[in-house]
């Protein structure tokens, strides 16, 4: 194995479950840079509404927690992350709004989500789909959660948004699939996607792709 894979093995392994400092410094504090347009970008697609009751899955350092709860001011922001070190960053980004009882952030894992059936208006997932151990199970987990379409009312089921770095959607996406296999992960198309989302029993699902970001940035998007 040449130093290169070696870096490699050590990345794929701190992006699925950041842990010491290594993992504090890349997904605590500078993901939370570097992962903010990407976030921006999943968000322009989930209309996030004041009394939203929104998920963060994959949460990481809490960047995202804290802009969904700038929009969600009469709502509720949770986030799940399976790295303890980066739910107590989380908590620390967003102290202010845990007190206010606003936030919470939890330990736990997609597999088994900390919450009750239809909890959620809007679950987002940012740069951690790669990792999820048998996504079409989990997606049904993120289902669970989520609200069920109320037609008398005229309001659709809730809205899952699944956004990713990097993606099958660029040009060359054969040596980008190569290099994160030697991380340690897939890489998926909007179309694979889509059909994960509607294997997990999502009554609409669709993708977003904009090639020519990043890595080809991916979106996709399901509906209760
Ligand atoms: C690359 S980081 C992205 C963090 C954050 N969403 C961001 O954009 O900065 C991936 C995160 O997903 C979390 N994660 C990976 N697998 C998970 C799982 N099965 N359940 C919950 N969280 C998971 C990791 O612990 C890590 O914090």
Redesign the pocket.
């Given at each position: 194995m040449g130093l290169t894979d070696g870096l490699m093995r050590i990345l794929g392994k701190q992006?699925?479950?950041?842990s010491g400092w290594l993992g504090k410094m890349i997904?605590g504090h500078l993901?939370?840079w570097g992962?903010r347009p990407?976030?921006n970008w999943a968000m322009s697609f989930m209309d996030v509404q004041p009394a939203d009751h929104v998920l963060?899955?994959?949460?990481?350092?809490g960047?995202?927690i804290k802009l969904i709860a700038k929009i969600a001011v009469e709502g509720f922001v949770a986030g799940?992350?399976?790295?303890e070190e980066?739910v107590q960053q989380a908590l620390k980004r967003n102290a202010a709004a845990v007190r206010a009882g606003r936030v919470e952030i939890r330990h736990?894992?997609?597999?088994v989500l900390p919450y009750d059936d239809e909890s959620f208006d809007k679950v987002v997932?940012?740069?951690?789909f790669y990792?999820?151990?048998d996504p079409v199970a989990?997606l049904q987990e993120v289902r669970r959660v989520m609200r069920s379409p109320e037609p008398t009312e005229g309001k659709p089921g809730g809205l899952v948004a699944l956004a990713m770095e990097g993606s099958k959607e660029t040009p060359n996406w054969q040596k980008l699939a190569a290099q994160a296999a030697r991380m340690g992960f897939p890489l998926y198309s909007g179309a694979e996607v889509e059909k994960m989302l509607t294997a997990a029993g999502f009554s609409r699902a669709w993708f977003e792709a904009a090639p020519d970001k990043g890595w080809g940035w991916l979106c996709a998007l399901g509906v209760k």
């Open positions: 992006s699925r479950k950041p997904f993901a939370t992962h990407l976030t963060d899955i994959g949460c990481g350092g960047m995202a799940v992350d399976c790295s980066m736990g894992n997609v597999a997932a940012v740069e951690t990792f999820w151990p989990n």
